[in-house]
C-alpha cells in the first residue's frame, strides 16, 4: 500500500492526520557565522527579551501576549549581530490578535553581556479574531424551518443563541418546541436505497428524539440563514433563554474560560477567505453524545456531506444541488480539489535535512521550494501530520513538534508567519500570488520529535507529512536532499545516491530523483543488506539496483516489542529477488520504464507486523513479512498468511507505477493507487506460480470482501464511512472489490484487449495525476464501447449482485445439445443484505460446458436485468454445465436454482 497495507489477520486501523505543536521559541542548528562562545549568550539575550515580554499583564491578571524568534543569527557591521522575532498580542479585549515582526540588533557589552540595542518593526500582521464570552445575542424564535440537499429541521417557539467573532455571526445555538428532523437522499443522489439498508442496521443512530441544534457557518453565509430559517425572531437576555439552550451554553463557556485559562492567546484564527461558504447544522440526541447533520462547504470536492456519529468520516458525500444541475463532466467535477490543495501545487522540494543533531528525535532542515499557484491568494497555511497507526504506536512514536527558524522569499526577504494554535501556522505575503505564478519559498525549520529513537539499529521517521507544504498525493517534479545523520548509520533516501562522505562524525548523503517523486520519506539505521540475484532493468537495458536492509537488532531473537524479530539473513534474498522480478515483469506489461534510480526495501520493525508501505523508490515492509509462511502459520496465520507473503512484494513495487509513474489528483481517486497495484500484484502471482495461484489471490478478494459487508463505492473509499466494519470496509472495496473489477474486465475482454488496456493506461497517464474518468475514457477506446455500465456498478456503485440459475441440458433433433435456463439476478447490501430494488448489474457471465471427453469450452451470457434467459446448442454431448465457475463476475452469492 502507498499509504498503509495490511491482511485481514491483522489489525486495520484508519489512516488519521495528528496535529503538530509550533512551539513559541525556536531552537534550531547553531549558525557557523556565530561564534560558540557568544551563541549562548546572543541567545540568553533574546530570552530575557522573550520573558519579559510575556511577564507583562493586562489589567485582569492574564498574560495577555508573548514573543518568539528564529534565533538564526545574521553578522553585521561592527561585530554586531541581527535575529528576527516575533511579538503576538492580545487586543480588544481578548477578541483580537496582532502578530508584529521586529528585527533586533544586540551588541555586546561586556564578554558574556549582550544587549538589543535596537528593536524595528518590520511588519504587522491584522485579521485573527475569536469569540470572547459576552459576544452573543438572545433569541426567541416563533419558527424554524431548514430545508436544504435532503435534510429537515423544524421547530415550533423556541429560544437562540448567535455567537459572534469580532463582530461578525459565526455559530448558533437553539432549541424549541417539537424540534425535528427528518434526512432523505435528493432522489438525483441516488444514495436512497442505500441510506435505507443503513437504517436498518441501528436505527436509533438515525430515528432519534433531538434536544438541541448547532449551526456553524461563514460569515455571510450565517447572516443569510438567520434572516430566511429563523420567524420571528425577537432579541432578550440570557434569563429568559429556556433551560435547554443555557444549560449548553453555560457549559461552553465553561470549557472555553478553561482553555483561555491554560492558554490565554489560544483560539484566534483568520477572517474567512472571500468566496468560501460553508455551514454546519446538527441534531443532537436527547441525553446522549450523539448527533446527526448536514456539513456544506462549496470549497469541498463534493459540497455536501451527510454526518452522524460513529459514521467517519462521512455517511455519505454528494456533489450540492447547485452543482448537479450546472450540466459540468463528471470528468470536471471529479477534479475538484481537495481543500489542502486548492491553491498551490508542489513543483520542486530541494534543500538538507539533518536528524539526531541537538537530541536522538530531533531533525533540523533548511528547505527550498517552489510552488505553483491554483489560485490567487495572499497567505498559506502550513504544518507537520503524520499517519498514526496501531494504537500501540500512538502510545510510543512521540508526537512531531515543529519550530520555525524562518521562511523567506526568492530575494531572501523574511516572511511574516503567525502561529495559530498548537498544530499549525499560516505564512503571510506582502502582495496577492497570482494563479499560475509560481514562487519560491526557504523554509528553515526544526521538528524535535521527528525520530522515533526506537533500538541502537532501528530510527523511525515520521513519512506522512514531514515536509511542511508538500502533502500525500503531490507530484513533486524536482526533488534533491543532503541529509546528515551520525556516522555509523546508513540512509536511504528518494531517487539516486549522487554523493557520500564523513565529516565531524556526521554521514553525509546527496539524493536526486530524476523522475516526480510522491510521498517522499528517509530512514535510516544500522542495517545488513542484501542485493538482488535478479538483475532488474530499464526498457534500456539500464541495470536498476534492488537491495534489501534489515535493521541489526531485528535479526536477534527476543521480544517482538523492543524490535527483535529473530530474522535470518538467509530470508532477504527471497523478498528482493520477488522485487527485482516484479520491476522486470511490470515493465513490459506496462511498457514504462521503472521511474526512478534504484530500489530500496527495509523492513520497520515497529509497523503493523504484516505490512507494506510504498514511498518512492523505497518498500517499507513489516518485520514479520521476512519470517516465511511455515513460521507464521506455526502463530495460527492460516493460509491467508501464504497468500499475502506471495504478493506483498509485488503489491509495493506496483505503487512505482501506480502511485509514483501515475498519481491521484485528489483523495476522492485515491482507490485506483492501491486496486491497480493489488490487480498487479495477482499478475505477478499468476507469472511466478501459475493460473491457479492467480484464482486463488481473486477467490480471497471475494472472500474478504463479503465478509467485510462494505457500503460506500470503491471511489469513495477513503471518504465516506465503509460499513458496520469501519474502515476494515473501506480498505476491502480498494483492495478487493477494486482488483476483482479488473479481473472482470480481463474475463469480459481477453487477455489481449485487457493487457492493451493496461498498457495505454499506463502509457498515456505516466507523469500525471488522474481521476477516474482518465480510466473510463481510455477503456471506451480500448474496447470500443460506452463503458459506463462498468464503472458506474464496479467503482462507483454499491452493492454486490446475487445469482439464482437453473440450467440443464437436453439433446436435439438435429443432434445438437441445447443448454437452457434462466438467471435471476438482485443486487445486496450490508451484513443483512437488504436487497437494493431496481438494481441490477450487467456482465457477460460465461456458462462452462464440460464435455463428456473431457474437453471444456466457455459461452458468454449478457445478464442484465432481474431475468435473463439462458439458450445456446453445442456440437458435442455435455457432462455438466457451470455459471459463473471462475468467479468471472464478482457475486455475493451463487445459487443453484430457479428463484432466490
Known sequence: MLGMRKTCLALVSALLCAGVGL????????????????????????????????????????????????????????????????????????????????????EKESDEQWKISEQVLEDTVTG?????????????????????????????????????????RSSMLFTGRDLSYSYQPPPETDLDARYRAVKNLKSRDFDFVPELASLRCSEDLCG???????????????????????????RRIREMERSRRENYLSGFRFDDLPGNEYYTLLVKKKGKDHFLGLRYDNWAPKEVSFVVSGYWPALFTYYSEQTRSSGKSVYELERRPDEDGRFFDVVSVKGSVDLQTKTPETMDADIHYQLRAREDFDRLGFGIVVMERSDDEKKSVTRPRLTVSYIKDGEGKELSWVQLGPNYGMVIFPRTIKKGEIIPLEMKFSNGKAVYDFSWSYKYMARGGWLPFVR????????????????????????????????????????????????????????????????????????????????ENALTEGSAASGQWGIRPKQLQPLVDQAAQAINLYERLYGVDYPYSKLDLVNDPIGGALYGQAPSS???????????????????????????????????????????????????????????????????TEQAYGRKAYLQQVKAWHDDLVQADTMCSVQDGYTAWGGPLG???NQRNIYSRGPYAFHILR??????????????????????????????????????????????????????????????????????????????????????????????????????????????????????????????????????????????????????????
Open 618 to 684: 523505497i518498500i517499507y515492509l513489516g518485520s514479520l513479512v521476512f519470517r516465511g509462511a511455515a513460521t507464521l502459520e506455526s502463530f495460527g496465520g492460516g493460509r491467508g498468511v501464504s497468500k499475502f507473503l506471495k504478493s506483498v512484494v509485488a503489491h509495493e513495487t506496483g505503487h512505482q507505477w501506480w502511485g509514483a509513474s501515475t498519481s491521484n489528483f485528489n483523495s476522492g481517486n485515491y482507490w485506483f493507487v492501491e486496486s491497480l497495484a493489488e490487480y498487479s500484484s495477482a499478475i505477478y
Open 128 to 168: 485573527m479574531s475569536r469569540y470572547m464570552p459576552g459576544d452573543e445575542k438572545f433569541f426567541t424564535f416563533d419558527g424554524f424551518h431548514f430545508d436544504r440537499e435532503g435534510l429537515k429541521v423544524d421547530s415550533g417557539p423556541g429560544s437562540l443563541i448567535v455567537f459572534f467573532r469580532n463582530g461578525k
Open 224 to 250: 443569510e440563514l438567520l434572516e430566511t430559517l429563523f420567524e420571528g425572531l425577537t432579541e432578550t437576555t440570557r434569563e429568559k433563554i429556556d433551560a435547554k439552550s443555557g444549560k449548553e451554553y453555560d
Open 747 to 900: 474475463e469480459t475482454f481477453g487477455d489481449k484487449k485487457f493487457f492493451n488496456y493496461l498498457y495505454n493506461l499506463a502509457q498515456k497517464l505516466a507523469q500525471k495525476q488522474i481521476v477516474t474518468e482518465d480510466m473510463k475514457m481510455i477503456s471506451e477506446v480500448v474496447f470500443g464501447a460506452d463503458m459506463s455500465w462498468f464503472w458506474d456498478q464496479w467503482i462507483r456503485g454499491v452493492g454486490l449482485p446475487e445469482y439464482a440459475f437453473k440450467l440443464s441440458t437436453r439433446q436435439t433433433e438435429d443432434g445438437k445439445y441445447l443448454v437452457e435456463g434462466t438467471v435471476r439476478q438482485r443486487v445486496v447490501i450490508g451484513p443483512k443484505n437488504e436487497v437494493l430494488e431496481g438494481r441490477y448489474f450487467r456482465g457477460a457471465i460465461p456458462v462452462t460446458v464440460f464435455y463428456t471427453d473431457g474437453t471444456r469450452e466457455k459461452k458468454p451470457v449478457l445478464v442484465e436485468g432481474e431475468l435473463t434467459e439462458v439458450r445456446f446448442k453445442v456440437d458435442k454431448k455435455p457432462q455438466k454445465v457451470v455459471f459463473n465457475g471462475e468467479g468471472e463476475i464478482l457475486a455475493e452469492r451463487m445459487i443453484p436454482s430457479s428463484s432466490f
Open 472 to 551: 500525500f498525493a503531490d507530484m513533486i517534479d524536482e526533488f534533491e536532499l543532503t541529509i546528515s545523520v551520525p556516522e555509523q548509520y546508513t540512509t536511504l533516501g528518494i531517487g539516486k545516491k549522487m554523493a557520500e562522505r564523513v565529516a565531524d562524525g556526521r554521514r553525509i548523503t546527496e539524493w536526486k530523483a530524476f523522475h516526480p517523486v510522491t510521498f517522499p520519506t528517509i530512514i535510516f539505521g544500522k542495517y545488513t543488506k542484501a542485493e538482488s540475484t535478479v538483475q532488474a532493468r530499464k526498457l534500456d537495458g539500464t541495470p536498476i539496483p534492488v537491495t534489501i536492509y534489515v535493521d
Open 727 to 729: 474502515g476494515y470496509g
Open 23 to 106: 512551539s513559541a521559541l525556536a531552537l534550531p542548528a547553531a549558525d557557523d557565522a556565530v561564534p560558540k562562545e557568544d551563541r549562548e549568550h546572543l541567545e540568553q539575550a533574546v530570552k530575557d527579551f522573550i520573558e519579559e515580554i510575556y511577564e507583562q499583564k493586562d489589567e485582569e491578571e492574564r498574560h495577555f501576549q508573548k514573543a518568539r524568534s528564529s534565533m538564526s543569527f545574521e553578522p553585521i557591521d561592527g561585530g554586531r549581530y541581527q535575529v528576527v522575532a516575533y511579538k503576538d498580542i492580545v487586543e480588544e479585549g481578548g477578541r483580537t490578535m496582532r502578530t508584529e515582526r521586529y528585527r533586533l540588533t544586540l
